[in-house]
Every structure is written in structure tokens, then in C-alpha cells.
């Protein structure tokens, strides 16, 4: 689905990333965990094209849209075909300017579409992200954070990707709502088939969810297993203590869930 070999990027001659290799299939959830300033944020840009990287290789083959490969300096790719991305800060994320419907129908580029079949799609767009229609005429002022990011999700999920990148899809919101918006985003994976690479500080998130988790440590990979692999033996003393630390504060259960998946995550 998707492969990276040997990423690697350097801004002002300070390198940012090194050595980054991975690879996720089709309805995987690859979580990429690490302290702040390790590079989480920086690969989806330099995987988006909005970093130059000056060296590796990307194959992505989604199932929707023609393979992409990239090898050397890439630059502007601006989103891989049949991807999407779903930002921090949904608000920041949103047109404030428009209503919550104009922004989602804006995610599906297709001309051929007339202005009935696309208002179809955003009603169902916002269905399956549990939100009523009625909020399509909302600015992002005008609701909830919590709905904010469930009209991010649909703007994604309206044009039928078979990749999702997330960043720190959660970290907005209040643990109730981050519940809410977890399970929604699982079932529409299970629907659809969709990958998802999430950028997230929450190891008992990536525990439940994770099919692989990836560790940067100072732009660097620390660690790179299945999510069941690394919970029961991490591949360094710093990731050790990542998962020490998230149990003292209460996020992650001293013996971690099976995922409520597909099954085992499958080798690239």
C-alpha cells in the first residue's frame, strides 16, 4: 500500500529526518509516536510533499487511483493521490468563512458531479461521521470542537480515500469526545478499508487502535513494530520507558487489549 525506504530530510543543513523506513498495508492504522520535536508532524510533510526530501523512495498503490512513485528529491507533491489529510486543530483547519457543507464539498474534486449529487455526498459524508445535516450551514465558529473535527473527518472521507493521514486528531478535544471520535473513525476504517497513518502522543490510543507503531526519537526511528510486539517488548530502553510513563499516568492498562481489528497485522 505504502512503502518508504531511506527517507531523508535536511533544512538548512540541519538534518530533520534520517533513515526513515516503512511500510503499512491497506486497512492498517500505523500509529507514529515520540516525544515533541522528534519528527512526527515533518514526516507527514515530507510524505505530503510540503518538505523536500532529498533522499529515499515512496511507492503508494492505492486501489482508487493510479500508483506513485518517487525517488530522490521530491518536492509539491501536495498530497498523494487517493489520500487525504486531517489536521490538528480543526477550527485552524476550516474555512472560517464558509459553511461546514461548502468546505466537505470542496474535498471532492470530480467536475462531473451535478450540484444534487454532490449535496448527496456531503448529507452522507456527514452521516457517517454521525453529525446532522442541519450543521452543513454552520461556520466552523458556530459548533462544537468536537464537531469541528467530525466535519474535518467527513471532508476526508467525502471523496472516498483509500489513505488518511492524521495528526494528532485528538489532542483538541475532551476525553469524551476523543472516545466518541475514536470509535467513529475505527468503524469507518472496518467499512471501508481505509489506511490511516496517525501522528499521536497517546500510546493507550495507539494500543487499542494500532496495527504497527512507529517510534522517532530526534528524527530518527527508534522503533518500528507490530503494535502487540512493541507493547510486550519494545526494541529500545527508551521506548521502555514511553510506555513506563504512559501506564504511571494512567493512559495505558498494565496489560494492554487485543486490537479490535481485522486481526494481526500482516508484514509489508
Not at 523506513?21 to 510533510?45: D, H, N
Not at 528529491?73 to 459553511?99: C, E, F, T, Y
Not at 454552520?138 to 480515500?161: D, K, N, T
Request: net charge negative.
Amino acid at each position: 500500500m505504502l512503502r518508504v525506504e531511506n527517507l531523508g530530510v535536511r533544512i538548512h543543513g540541519e538534518t530533520i529526518l534520517d533513515a526513515i523506513s516503512f511500510c503499512v498495508q491497506q486497512g492498517q492504522t500505523l500509529c507514529i509516536a515520540g516525544e515533541s520535536g522528534s519528527g512526527k508532524s515533518s514526516l507527514l510533510r515530507a510524505l505530503n510533499g510540503l518538505l523536500p526530501a532529498e533522499f529515499g523512495s515512496l511507492a503508494f498503490h492505492p486501489k482508487s487511483s493510479e500508483p506513485t512513485e518517487l525517488e530522490g528529491r521530491w518536492r509539491g507533491v501536495r498530497g498523494l493521490p487517493g489520500s487525504r489529510w486531517v489536521m490538528q486543530d480543526p477550527i485552524a483547519a476550516l474555512n472560517p468563512k464558509l459553511p461546514l457543507g461548502v468546505s466537505i464539498g470542496e474535498s471532492v474534486f470530480s467536475k462531473n458531479l451535478s450540484a444534487t449529487e454532490l449535496n448527496d455526498a456531503v448529507s452522507d459524508a456527514l452521516s457517517e461521521v454521525e453529525l446532522l445535516p442541519e450543521l452543513a450551514v454552520r461556520r466552523p465558529s458556530e459548533v462544537s470542537m468536537g464537531q469541528a473535527q467530525r466535519a474535518c473527518l467527513a471532508r476526508a472521507l467525502v471523496a472516498r480515500p483509500d489513505l488518511i493521514f492524521f495528526d494528532e486528531p485528538l489532542s483538541a478535544l475532551d476525553a469524551i469526545v476523543q472516545k466518541q471520535v475514536a470509535a467513529t473513525m475505527r468503524r469507518i476504517q472496518m467499512r471501508y478499508g481505509t489506511t490511516f497513518i496517525i501522528v499521536t502522543h497517546d500510546l493507550g490510543f495507539a494500543a487499542t487502535y494500532a496495527d504497527h507503531v512507529l517510534v522517532l526519537r530526534n528524527g530518527k526511528i527508534e522503533a518500528n513494530q507490530s503494535a502487540g510486539n512493541f507493547f510486550r517488548s519494545p526494541e529500545s530502553r527508551y521506548c521502555e520507558e514511553l510506555i513506563l510513563a504512559a501506564r504511571e499516568l494512567g493512559g495505558l492498562p498494565e496489560v494492554v487489549p487485543a486490537k479490535q481489528g481485522p486481526g494481526e497485522a500482516r508484514s509489508c
